[in-house]
């Protein structure tokens, strides 16, 4: 059973269009995150969320919107995609903070043109 | 602001030898530090992680320590194999609970 998943795995779409990735974890965690991974690899946090609960929203465009409706559920909505946006996007979740490992989905690679 | 860096972009070794991975970092003290492995494609994955209290943690054939003082924490992997080639990335504790990542060393372990 796939412990993280996310769909799409591939996201291609052109600037100014709205769209949403969705991520569901099966592992019980009370805490799931989003992080963008850039062209240059670098792996950077951008919402956390506990028990439904909005803990982390780094200095991300408000354009991004996450939306947790229950807690085994994270899902990211962008609007307006412009092209700065293309990267991998990856979803992860971990037990109750801090410190406990965590558990990465398979990344949505989103293109914007 | 906090900085992380780990110490080369990529490690090319040979089989059988000992793999050593430096990760560094500035104007933080974090409470710990884990270390993930991420193939192409696909999502990091945790391999070990080690509390401000601790120096060192075993895992198999892994081994990683943890110098508050020098800021800095060393990740080996003994009689390494092709199989273990794979990007690296070290990852401190944030204040809330999330991970602030280095960029990765990319290791290639050859026959």
């Known amino acids: 059973d796939t412990a993280v998943s996310q769909t799409p795995k591939y996201l291609v779409t052109q600037m100014g269009n709205d769209k949403s990735i969705k991520c569901e974890q099966n592992?019980?965690?009370?805490?799931m995150y989003w992080y963008k991974q850039d062209s240059k690899k670098f792996l950077k946090i951008m919402f956390s969320y506990n028990n439904k609960e909005l803990i982390i929203n780094e200095t991300v465009p408000n354009r991004f919107s996450p939306k947790s409706p229950d807690k085994a559920h994270l899902n990211l909505h962008i609007n307006s995609l412009e092209l700065g946006d293309s990267a991998v996007y990856f979803c992860a979740s971990s037990q109750a903070r801090p410190s406990y490992e965590q558990y990465f989905g398979p990344g949505t690679r989103l293109t914007v043109t | 602001s906090q900085k992380i860096e780990q110490n080369s972009e990529a490690l090319n070794i040979q089989e059988g030898k000992t793999a050593t991975l430096t990760c560094n970092y500035t104007n933080y003290s974090p409470a710990y530090l884990q270390w993930y492995r991420q193939d192409p494609g696909r999502g990091p994955v945790f391999l070990l992680l080690i509390r401000e209290n601790e120096k060192e943690k075993r895992k198999e054939r892994l081994k990683v320590t943890f110098d508050t003082t020098l800021k800095q924490s060393l990740f080996h992997i003994t009689a390494s194999q092709p199989a273990d080639s794979a990007t690296y990335l070290c990852?401190?504790?944030?204040?809330?609970?999330?991970?602030?990542f280095g960029k990765g060393t990319k290791l290639s372990v050859k026959p």
């Open positions: 592992l019980g965690h009370d805490t």
């Open positions: 990852a401190l504790g944030g204040s809330q609970g999330n991970l602030i």
